[in-house]
Every structure is written in C-alpha cells, then in structure tokens.
C-alpha cells in the first residue's frame, strides 16, 4: 500500500494557510507550505486554478494527494473547498468538527463554540510537549488555549488582534498613519511613528506576558507556553513568558488529526 500524501487546510478570517506532509512510516513530514488571503467571494473554480499553480510551481501534482483535512472559523467557505477538493484531487475532505476524534476532552461549557483552529492547536500542543500548556496564536484574533497536565482543553482567552488593533487605530485616529510593525529604537517614542511601535510591539508582548502571570494561578505554575502566528517570532522576542515559537502549529495539529482518524 502506498504511502498517505495529505494536504492540511486552515481557514482563518485573514489568511488560509495549506501544507503538504509526505509520509514514510506512521509519521508526515511537513515538505511544502503556502499562506493565501481568504476570499469569501472566491468561487471553487477560481480557487482550483490557485491551488494548481501553487502546485505546479512547487513541481507536485495534485494527483498525487491521497488525503485532505481542513479546519476552518468561516463556516461559508467549507463547501467551496470541498468542491476544490473534489475536483482536483478526487478526494472527500475531512472536516474537523463534531464526530472527529481528537483524544482530548473539551471542558468548555459549549464545546461547540471553540473555534476548530483553537482544539487543532491544543491539540499539537499537548502532543508535542504536554502538559499543561498555553499556545498563544496571533492571528486576526490573539488567543491563549489552556491545556491541562492530562491533557484536558480547559478554555483561554480571546483578545482582539494586533493587525485589527492597528486597523481600528487608523481608521478612528485620523492624524495617525500606517506604520511597520517593527521595534522602535526606543520604548519612549520621539516620532509618532516610533510611538506607534512601541506601543503595537512592547504593548502586545506586555499583553501576553500579563495574560500567562494571571493564567498560571489557575492552570499550574510549570505551564509551558508557546506561541505560533504571523507575528509570533516579533513578540516572542520582547516577551518574557514565550519559551518557543512553533511556526505550523496549526498544520502540525491537522497533521496529527488525520493520524488519528485514519
């Protein structure tokens, strides 16, 4: 039997972010990835025209996909791309959702309003350094996910993100502009540019490291914490609380979710 090649889908309100995973043996290895802007106006045959000359780009053809598995927070999108799936590959996608196994019990008191991306990182979390573990996810929502030493999603927090912080800012503060998300040559500001950077840099890494002060009373005082997202190195180098930066967290955590529903 041939061995699984697996495409891994996650849809998040900014970016959708893909990845292959060859295998030999019972594990994937993570060999191409891709970061697209999600387009909720897309249509299934625009997306299949993307998704091919991504792979032809990388020499992969797409007859070579045994296997999909995709999250997603825009519950509109999920049929285009398993129409995407359906065309180019032949193949059904597996959705994470209810009925998928993920070996970890969800102690929300909804379980069915955590986000697919948060459980898909808690899981890769816990498998790849167990508990108990906070991952903090940049992404177009900053979210902490607790991860008890047995293995248990506990919940977090959810606080707005640093690219709709800026956004928010912007468009309300009409002597303010646009500025790179860079460090400032000092905390103190001496050009608005500077003081915009300061606060976007320094604030979010105070932020993250006040939310683990305040986290760990509750989830243990040995809590690892990790951070992924497209920001996750910047902050990681101003904050004292973030001990690892793991760039695919959520595509390792998909990964890790097929293998145990296979």
């Given at each position: ?31 191409h990835h891709w970061r697209l802007s999600t387009h909720r106006e897309q ?96 992404g177009t929502a900053t979210t902490f996910d607790c991860i008890s030493r ?61 939310m683990v002060e305040r986290i760990r009373p509750e989830l243990g005082s ?41």
């Amino acid at each position: 039997m041939n061995e699984p090649i697996l495409l891994v889908i996650d849809i998040g309100n900014s970016n959708v972010s893909l990845g292959i995973f060859d295998y030999s043996g019972d594990r994937g290895t993570l060999t191409h990835h891709w970061r697209l802007s999600t387009h909720r106006e897309q249509t299934s045959d625009e997306l299949a025209i993307v998704i091919r000359a991504l792979f032809e780009h990388e020499k992969r053809g797409v007859g070579e996909i045994t296997d999909v598995i995709l999250s997603s927070v825009v519950p509109p999108i999920v049929p285009i791309w398993e129409r995407v799936s359906s065309k180019l590959f032949d193949r059904p996608t597996h959705v994470v959702g209810p009925g998928m196994r993920t070996g970890m019990p969800v102690r929300y008191e909804n379980p069915h309003e955590v986000g697919a991306d948060r459980i898909v990182n808690a899981v890769a979390a816990f498998e790849t350094y167990g508990g108990p573990i906070i991952a903090v996810d940049f992404g177009t929502a900053t979210t902490f996910d607790c991860i008890s030493r047995e293995g248990e999603y506990l919940g977090g927090v959810i606080c707005p993100g640093i690219h709709i912080s800026m956004e928010a800012l912007f468009e309300h503060a009409s002597k303010l502009h646009r500025v790179e998300f860079a460090r400032p040559k000092s905390v103190i500001g001496k050009t608005t540019t500077g003081a915009l950077q300061s606060g976007l840099l320094y604030g979010y890494a105070g932020l993250v490291d006040s939310m683990v002060e305040r986290i760990r009373p509750e989830l243990g005082s040995d809590a690892r914490v990790i951070a992924t997202g497209g920001l996750a190195r910047q902050i990681a180098g101003e904050s004292t609380a973030i001990e690892e930066v793991v760039p695919f967290l959520t595509l390792e955590g998909l990964r890790i979710l097929f293998e145990k529903n296979r």
